[in-house]
């Protein structure tokens, strides 16, 4: 069964089921972004464990139809192309059941095979969980550099950088005068249900929901709440997003996503 015809399938089951979700799996087919693979930064440390197989597998690449990890040949030996299996995969502290089939092994080294499957999606919390981690990864991915000469006033001295994704994501860091360290960062994107912010300051990580913005234009009247606590979600999408992103600081915003991972999973 192809994925198209098993994302339709999802979508059917889904009648039942609240608006956020059947609005999510629309919107997945609508986009055109089913087959957009991405590749799982090392900060985010994606695994999947097979079952049947003692060890753990290296998540490297993830999209809606398939994954493909790296494994030791001694773990996967009882494999063969076509076999249908449970797999689970974990990216930052959450993980979920997936049934697979292996469609192809290919040898590395004599340590290690790269092996790619295919998603059997029966459902559609299968593919709201990838969504999940997708489409801040593609986000990530997609942010450029905004030149000093078209920023704000109070973000073109030195030290600034603003960056802008496809999908109307902002992203502002400051870095220190010594360039050892970020001073302040904010990054503001979009999800499903609205506009969301994560924001360090003073040493600080704090995140919030904008209310009201239809549009990234109209961010500058939204209301900005803050959450009472750290959001998980807010934070699990800022990791995947800064993870992916492609910047002049790339040392100094991995220590960052270091440091919002820990955060993550000291949450409750």
């Known amino acids: 069964m192809g994925i198209l015809h098993q994302l339709k399938s999802a979508l059917l089951r889904a009648r039942d089921q609240d608006p956020s979700t059947r609005d999510t799996l629309a919107s997945i087919r609508q986009e055109g972004r089913l087959h957009a693979r991405v590749k799982i930064p090392e900060a985010v440390g994606g695994f999947t464990q097979v ?17 493909a990890i790296a494994a030791p040949p001694d773990e996967i030996d009882t494999l063969t192309a076509n076999t249908e299996i449970d797999a689970t995969v974990g990216i930052l502290d959450q993980s ?10 290919s040898p590395v080294d004599v340590d290690i095979n790269l092996l790619g499957f295919s998603f059997i999606h029966n459902d559609s919390i299968g593919l709201l969980f990838l969504r999940r981690y997708i489409e801040p ?47 302040d960062l904010m990054l503001i994107f979009a999800t499903q249900d ?6 360090y300051k003073s040493g600080v990580v704090s995140t919030a929901r904008i209310d009201g913005p239809d549009s990234s234009l109209d961010l500058g009247t939204a209301s900005v709440k803050s959450t ?4 998980a979600t807010i934070l699990r999408s800022a990791i995947c997003l800064l993870a992916s992103a492609v910047t002049p600081v790339a040392p100094l915003l991995s220590s960052f996503v270091l440091k919002l991972s820990k955060l993550n999973s000291s949450q409750p």
């Open 96 to 105: 979920h059941v997936f049934r697979v089939k292996l469609i192809r092994i």
């Open 137 to 183: 990864i593609l986000e990530g991915g997609s942010l450029m550099l905004i030149p000093p000469e078209v920023r704000k006033d109070r973000y073109k001295s030195k030290g600034w950088l603003c960056f802008r994704g496809d999908r109307s994501t902002d992203l502002v860091i400051k870095v220190s005068p010594d360039n050892n360290q970020i001073d």
């Open 194 to 199: 609205g506009y969301k912010q994560l924001l």
């Open 51 to 67: 079952a049947g197989c003692d060890r753990r597998g290296l998540l490297l690449n993830l999209s809606y139809g398939g994954m």
């Open 228 to 231: 009472a606590m750290l959001d």
